[in-house]
């Protein structure tokens, strides 16, 4: 892969990894880091894609499992963010609805930012995550119900 060809894979699929880094780990500095961790692993595939689609499902494969790893690392598990720590400025929520799900268990917000924000099928959702489409359904509707709860209002399908 060329130097032209990695810059439009990346200019392509940069703002959609780090969207699903973010939503999964809700850190912006992890976000990065699983970032520019995919698009290495990406370069250094080197079996070529049948299409975009592909591509864009393999990377994301490679952003949920990278995220993942990360959650259940030991230096997750055992040390506290800084802005935790520190409770030196507190932030004011920007998007009352971007906040109720960033509060979902990981689960539910993946497939709820993966259907909403970036317009994936149930059935795309079910290939990414490596689910049923039966569970994406189930996980789905269980995420409306909690944001139902948090926001008192339906959101639409």
């Known amino acids: 892969m060329d130097t032209a060809q990695m810059a439009a894979v990346y200019d392509r699929m940069k703002d959609t990894v780090y969207r699903v880094a973010l939503s999964y780990c809700r850190n912006v500095q992890d976000a990065e880091d699983i970032t520019h961790d995919v698009f290495l692993a990406r370069f250094r595939h080197e079996e070529p894609f049948p299409d975009d689609e592909s591509e864009k499902a393999w990377m994301l494969r490679v952003t949920v499992n990278r995220c993942k790893n990360l959650l259940k ?82 959101i639409e399908p």
């Not at 520190?86 to 539910?108: F, G, K, M, S």
């Not at 317009?119 to 569970?135: L, Q």
């Open 73 to 154: 690392s030991f230096r997750r598990k055992f040390t506290v963010p800084l802005e935790d720590a520190a409770q030196v400025c507190v932030t004011q929520p920007e998007h009352e609805i971007w906040d109720a799900v960033n509060a979902l268990p990981a689960r539910y917000r993946l497939v709820i930012h993966l259907y909403y924000y970036e317009g994936y099928s149930v059935s795309e959702i079910g290939k990414i995550t490596g689910r049923s489409e039966t569970a994406v359904q189930t996980q789905l509707y269980r995420a409306r119900k909690l944001l139902k709860q948090t926001l008192g209002e339906e």
